[in-house]
């Protein structure tokens, strides 16, 4: 199926029913937390009353205006965020992972083979070693609350 803008998803028989426990990489605390969806301006409204009608899930304000919610149960074992991008062009999507120590779990993705994009207030871009941008958030991996 596709998204109104045209983001590619599959529905599956076999639905996880409890959020995983963060895995523990030496004094951290990682988990991949939520999918984030990068809409263009022109696609952005109607993306999020797609995905809020489509997973039943309710839609709330996050703290920058760029960034809603798509707010399922506790249980939901990904969070849903929509980010309206600043230039128009094909919807995406990438992985954001909540770390309890960002710069720890920065380092340890480089390490790996990922490249550093961008430092911002609250997330950290990279790229692993095929190209695919993700995120390292500061959100709690435990409970998700932004710190």
Known sequence: MASPAGLTFCFVTHPASRRPAPARWGDGLSLVDQVCLDVAPAAYDVE???????????????RLPEFRRVVGPAAQPLRFLLQRLDDEGPVGAHLDLAASDRAAEVERHVAL????????????????PGGLRYCVTGRDPSTGAVR
């Open 113 to 128: 083979g990922a490249e550093v994009e961008t430092v911002a207030d609250f997330w950290t871009v990279l790229r692993d």
């Open 48 to 62: 999020c009353a797609f995905w809020e009608a489509l997973t039943g899930f309710e839609g709330s304000s996050a």
